[in-house]
């Protein structure tokens, strides 16, 4: 099955600068996703990547706060941008792949 | 709009005891279930995956069962290990051209040794 590379896997930042979360993909897929898991919660999904096109975000999402890009079938990424505590969560991607969702490792982001 | 609920929230067994995860679904338009594991501060690990065909789907210990009809999903593990403790969360995947996933809050497993 295919397999995510996702990093950073954690960091710590202050407030008011960006981070930029990179997923490569070991194969190609035409859909990735973004997901914010915040503490005790279960994941909500912040944008849907396609290669080609602009990313597709969710309500309570926008792009000028998590800018992503899609520049080819095996890479993505997420910035959080003018970061505040309240952006403090794990950061996953995922593909569809034929086989279901496949996810990566998570980045773990500590806001100060 | 599809709701996953999954209960109890936290569970806590005594090692080698078979133990019976439930996941439940507003909506039974569903194209595929999927259960993954997560453990603390970690991505997600993909355990089983049943399409809406299908009634159950089995790997290793684990064996999870879909019965659409009544919105309802189980996973069952067998003779649990303490290594099984984690948190695992029950997806849906909605038809239709959206392929969008429907999360539960999970439930935390605790296995005693």
């Known amino acids: 099955s295919a397999v995510i590379s996702q990093k950073p896997s954690r960091d710590i930042c202050q407030r008011g600068t960006s981070l930029t979360i990179q997923c490569q993909v070991d194969s190609q897929v035409t859909m990735m996703f973004w997901y914010r898991q915040q503490p005790g919660q279960s994941l909500t999904l912040i944008a849907t990547?396609?290669?080609?096109?602009?990313?597709?975000?969710e309500s309570g999402f926008v792009i000028d706060k998590f800018p992503i890009s899609r520049p080819n079938l095996t890479f993505s990424t997420l910035t959080v941008s003018n970061m505040s505590p309240e952006d403090s969560s794990i950061y996953l991607c995922?593909?569809?792949?034929?086989?279901?969702?496949?996810f990566g490792s998570g980045t773990r982001l500590t806001v100060v | 709009k599809q709701e996953v609920t999954q209960i109890p929230a936290a569970l806590s067994v005594p090692e080698g005891e078979n133990l019976v995860l439930n996941c439940s679904f507003t909506d039974s338009a569903i194209y595929n279930l999927q259960w993954f594991r997560q453990d603390p501060g970690k991505g997600l690990t993909s355990l089983l995956l049943?399409?809406?065909?299908?009634r159950e789907q089995t790997s290793g210990r684990l064996n999870a069962s879909l019965d659409k009809s009544s919105g309802r999903s189980t996973l069952y593990i067998a003779a649990s290990q303490p290594g099984d403790s984690a948190t695992y969360l029950c997806?849906?995947?909605?038809?239709?051209?959206?392929?969008?996933?429907?999360f539960g809050k999970g439930i935390t497993l605790s296995v005693r040794p």
């Open positions: 995922s593909a569809l792949l034929s086989h279901g969702y496949t």
């Open positions: 997806a849906v995947r909605r038809t239709g051209a959206n392929s969008k996933l429907t």
């Open positions: 990547a396609n290669q080609g096109s602009e990313a597709t975000y």
């Open positions: 049943i399409q809406s065909s299908q």
